[in-house]
């Protein structure tokens, strides 16, 4: 009596493609990388991506049931402006080029992404979003070629770009023979902004923020803090803010030492947004603004470890400096619900 077969099973994501034309002008910023560094384990030009789930190992059945649920999403998310940006390494083994542009408008589309992957009731470890391109791997033995390939890139700044469609993309069923590759097994075109109702906030925010003024920082008295300090001086009636949200701001900032302003986006005349808990801000800040509700207004003090450490980023801030900041939530998003205050 024979055993019946196991259930075929592949690895599978869904990320964002770069158009051919910017993969084209990557490639040629790497041609000097290509012919010093033959050994890197280089990765096909047709296989770079961004990559917004990793997804694991799978059975093929359960990868196929995620195509719908992600063409009714893709059919509600509008298309975004990116640019490939430079190079970098992971540990001296793993060459990437870095993304720029809508940074906020792609961790927004990576939430939602992975709320439908949980919808469905697929498993996955969910590691925080770091907009990249992978683009080749050196072997153990080598140290040096990662960092050398990386410095190519240096200066490189591509020309813009609006990302086309969603990828659903697996790999080869797992005993196939020949080397893994991966491939689409589906994509759905994304929207243009003009066609996405829900990714703005409301004119209720809108209200809101210009009834807010900006507030005044008073340091508190005695030694600087050693470890994150808050404190609410408005609690807001507003939902509760948690990691991969994306939450509008208001903030004003000073060091403790001085008592001086050093940055406010009040002054700017525009709110500051960003995912939290996507590593994208200071660790203070991922922390410190957790567990707020919007409508909310809360002091942070954030010591040098959990805010710029020895590194002087502006003149205002001195090295190892202890940051205040005012910060209000206005407003917040997530995948189920959209913006609060909408």
Not at 303 to 322: D, E, F, K, V
Request: with cysteine; hydrophobic share 40%; net charge negative.
């Amino acid at each position: 009596m024979t055993e019946p077969p196991q259930t075929a099973t592949q690895h599978a994501f869904i990320a964002l493609a770069p158009p051919d034309d910017a993969k084209d002008e990557l490639a040629h910023a790497l041609s000097p990388a290509y012919a010093a560094h033959p050994d890197l384990r280089w990765n096909r030009i047709e296989d770079w991506h961004i990559t917004l789930a990793f997804l694991g190992e799978l059975p093929v059945q359960t990868v196929q049931r995620l195509r719908s649920p992600l063409a009714d999403l893709a059919a509600t998310r509008p298309a975004l402006e990116l640019a490939l940006l430079g190079g970098g390494h992971f540990d001296e083994r793993v060459l990437w080029s870095g993304i720029e542009g809508d940074l906020d408008g792609l961790h927004e589309l990576a939430e939602a992404v992975r709320a439908r992957v949980r919808d469905c009731g697929v498993d996955f470890v969910e590691r925080p979003l770091r907009p990249h391109l992978t683009l080749a791997r050196a072997r153990r033995s080598d140290s040096a070629s990662v960092t050398a390939a990386a410095a190519c890139l240096d200066g490189f700044t591509g020309r813009p770009w609006r990302t086309e469609r969603l990828h659903l993309v697996g790999s080869t069923v797992k005993g196939h023979p020949g080397p893994r590759r991966y491939q689409d097994i589906a994509a759905w075109t994304l929207v243009m902004e003009s066609g996405y109702a829900d990714s703005k906030p409301s004119q209720i925010a809108e209200d809101a923020m210009s009834e807010l003024t900006k507030p005044e920082v008073d340091v508190p008295e005695g030694a600087a803090p050693t470890e994150l300090t808050i404190r609410d001086l408005v609690v807001g009636d507003g939902p509760e803010v948690k990691p991969g949200m994306v939450v509008r701001v208001h903030y004003v900032g000073v060091t403790f030492e001085s008592g001086k302003e050093f940055d406010a986006s009040w002054d700017r005349g525009r709110p500051f947004k960003f995912a939290l808990g996507g590593g994208r801000v200071i660790k203070g800040w991922d922390r410190g603004v957790k567990g707020m509700k919007v409508g909310g207004r809360r002091e942070i003090i954030v010591p040098p470890r959990l805010g710029y450490g020895n590194q002087s980023p502006s003149p205002l801030i001195p090295a190892g400096s202890t940051l205040v900041f005012v910060v209000d939530l206005l407003d917040s998003y997530s995948s189920t619900s959209g913006w609060s205050n909408s």
